[in-house]
């Protein structure tokens, strides 16, 4: 989006924000929550040591009126001896009306539902996320969050529901330096390999701002179709990568409910995202480089078994690819099976205990590794 | 700046295929069953809720907790002002 459209957009939202405020004006709720989610792990892969770790992520939820809230969710994590902070997400909502909610600063991407609606660890069902959609365990293709505004609401069909959400955001980066560190979190280095992109930067590289969008349906109630997209200029501005744009594409499905036949509830997720960067062409991406990741979850919970200790257990499998552009520096596509059985405490604390075998081909060598992961997850 | 490859563009084409085709079908499946608008209470949030996450018991949070917690929510779950109302009254009366 160029820079005279992007500036009527903010212009256009800071007036109708503007009368919209004096209107509500008055009876200020000032109300405060306190939510989140902890956990704890013990991760024993079958190559390196074996670790505990743990985790704290307080979410702060405050309205100042019926129509304004602000929102914020903070990240603990000890790593490598120290405790690693990070703002996840922080943002503030206006509710424009039935069917349209702005907001702005730092949100979790919408073309992105792992990131926006299961991180939470009592809301996964396994201890981590799938391959190619969080920023562990090897190249992330879609960003978790983004910074800028979004405007999104849920219109009803008949007696289904659609959703939208459209957003300009900082986007990000593209890793043009061939030996350039990977993010912290990853210690993957294959994560800031040359021609991946670069979601770390709180600052955009460029004037273009990232337009993104998820468009779904719900049918019914159980069913969930979306479409994601994302468009944006990555090159560092003046450089000669400047002109260097990339595309995201994703499709995603939820369908969850109680089946009587199998006297349970039966739980399907899955994404598929597909990045296409442009070539421009230059060294050292001159290649073709198209990425793409796609997972699919199915969960089952016996929660109809007339036993409760029965229905306090769940089991998940997941299978996950991530495959990378073939002509790239780095090319370890990777695939990913995953076994996990669930004690539900409460609706919302949970014991999980994962096997998960994880295969990573290059273009001379496949390697397997393997890792059992206890973890007891709460959110409050 | 070389033009996209073939090997680019076919996967967003056939995307946008699969999603046209989806969306004719689903819209059609919408029109069968009770109307959205006319949906309680208690069935908005043991349907939206549970598309995600285990549904958390109406006790386990107060009045005010609720409204905070369901503008949270709504966002994510795509509710409207009137759905998210219905979910809140409903919850404040079972809590």
Known sequence: MNRFAMSAAVLMLTITSTAAFAQTGVSPRNTVLVSGFGYANYIDPSEGPSNFAVGLNPVFLWQAQNDLFFEAELEFELEDGVTNTALEYAQAWWVAGNSLTFGAGKFLNPTNIFAERYHPTWINKLPNGPLGFTAHGGVQLTNTAHTGVQARGGIPIASGKFTYAVFLANGPAIHTEVLKAGPAKSGDPAAGAVGTLDFNGTEDNNDNKLVGGRFAVLPWSSLEIGYGFEAAKIGDMDSEFADVGTTTNSVDLIFNRDVNAIRGHLDIRGQYVNVAVDNPGIAPLDFDNNSSAWYSQLSYRPSKSGSPLVASFEGVFRYEELDLPEGAPVNADMTRLSFGLNRWFSPSTVFKLAYQKKTTRDEVEEDEDTVVTCQFAMGF | ?95
């Open chain 2, 1 to 95: 700046m070389n033009r996209k490859p073939m090997k680019q563009v076919l996967p967003t084409v056939a995307v946008l295929v699969v999603l046209a085709i989806l969306a004719v079908t689903l819209l059609a499946g919408c029109a069968a069953g009770p109307s959205q608008v006319s949906k309680s209470g208690p069935q908005l949030w043991g349907e939206n809720c549970a598309r995600c996450h285990n549904v958390r018991p109406p006790a386990s949070l107060n009045d005010a907790e609720w409204d905070l917690a369901l503008m949270h929510m709504r966002t994510r779950a795509g509710l409207t002002t009137s759905e998210t109302e219905k979910v809140g009254t409903f919850l404040k009366a079972a809590n």
